[in-house]
């Protein structure tokens, strides 16, 4: 399939070579894959990728026409910055064509040292307005910035009038109510930050507990959860477990849901956005290959049809299928009461 330049790039996720192979034979424009090291925030045992195995993908990608970004998306520290810095030398010689930066520190340092090297701006730094996008481009020069998943459609395009940065946003995948990558109460609850350590809940953390016909789940001992026997269990977050709350037991914060914006499409790209972004490098080649095939369909679709589009409902099954849940939302983007 030939890069598709009239509509927003289509951007998926790798945590594999396998699902970064998957993402571009079923239609991504853009693959972001990460390291097997601290400067991933998704760095999970058995997934990701070293020198080898992320030069085969880039070549992979390359030879289809497609783009490949390398996500160094966590923030430096102090103690060991070095391998930081390694890592964004390391995103230049692999051949990459952008970097994901969260930290200003690693921006300053890849633009000094590789200014010919594309930056794009990770939703780990939390840029919500046109004014900190454009100091991150007056005095690193990125190129791009993933705005959080907070904004209303108004907003996004509030953004994108007001800078000549490229916009992306999120299509599908896990939501995240609070600041991305910085949750207190996962911090709370485990003394580690899920930015540093690649998850909200990090698996050595987690305990399940069966417990008579119900099995619990734990959040380093807290309770996040309680399914019975024949309810499908998630994995326990935070945010999205039930709690009880005067008397009352539900989904006190957030309900286990994935955004999906398949009905707005051509509202998403009226706006004027660089890019869509699938959520979900810890998934499967399946997921990717399932999400990627359904979005290309219907990305297409809107830019074909226009305001006569309309999300077909094999799509909507397709994503349904791999929805956090089986739920699915527009999340911020839709807010009739604002």
């Not at 192979?21 to 070293?50: H, I, M, P, W």
């Not at 840029?127 to 904004?151: K, Q, S, W």
């Not at 009880?244 to 998403?268: C, F, G, H, K």
């Not at 990627?292 to 990305?299: I, S």
Request: hydrophobic letters at 40%; a neutral charge; aromatic letters at 8%.
């Amino acid at each position: 399939m030939a890069l598709h330049t009239s509509l927003p790039e289509l951007v998926c996720p790798a945590g594999s070579l396998p699902a970064l192979k998957a993402a571009v034979d079923n239609g991504a424009d853009t693959v972001y894959l990460g390291l097997k090291n601290q400067t991933n925030a998704r760095n999970f045992a058995g997934l990701n990728f070293d020198d080898a195995s992320a030069r085969e993908g880039i070549a992979y990608a390359h030879r289809h026409g497609r783009k490949v970004l390398l996500a160094i998306n966590t923030f430096a520290q102090g103690a060991d910055a070095g391998r930081w810095r390694a890592a964004v030398d390391q995103g230049a010689a692999l051949g990459a064509d952008a970097l994901i930066l969260a930290d200003l520190g690693l921006m300053a340092y890849a633009a000094e040292r590789h200014p010919e090297l594309r930056l794009h701006m990770s939703v780990q730094s939390s840029a919500t307005n046109y004014e900190a996008i454009n100091l991150a481009r007056d005095m690193f020069g990125i190129r791009r910035a993933v705005l959080p998943r907070v904004l209303t459609l108004d907003q996004v395009r509030h953004v994108i009038e007001h800078t000549d940065v490229e916009i992306e946003v999120f299509g599908f995948g896990s939501l995240c109510v609070m600041v991305e990558g910085r949750c207190q109460l996962s911090s709370y609850a485990t003394g580690e930050s899920p930015n540093t350590h690649g998850v909200c809940s990090p698996a050595k953390f987690v305990r399940w507990e069966p417990d008579e016909r119900r099995m619990n789940a734990r959040l380093n001992h807290i309770l996040i959860d309680s399914y019975r026997d024949d309810e499908p269990a998630g994995y326990p977050t935070l945010c999205k477990g039930r709690f009880q709350v005067r008397d009352e037991t539900y989904y006190a914060l957030e309900e286990p849901t994935s955004l999906n914006v398949l009905d707005m499409l051509p509202q998403i790209i009226a706006s004027g956005v660089a890019a869509i972004k699938v959520e979900g490098r810890q998934r499967s080649p399946a997921y990717v290959a399932q999400v990627t095939r359904a979005l290309r369909e219907a990305l297409d679709a809107a830019g074909r049809d226009g305001a006569r589009f309309q999300a077909r409902p094999a799509w909507h099954q397709a994503l349904n299928k791999v929805s956090e849940g089986q739920q699915q939302t527009l999340g911020a983007y839709n807010r009739p009461w604002k």
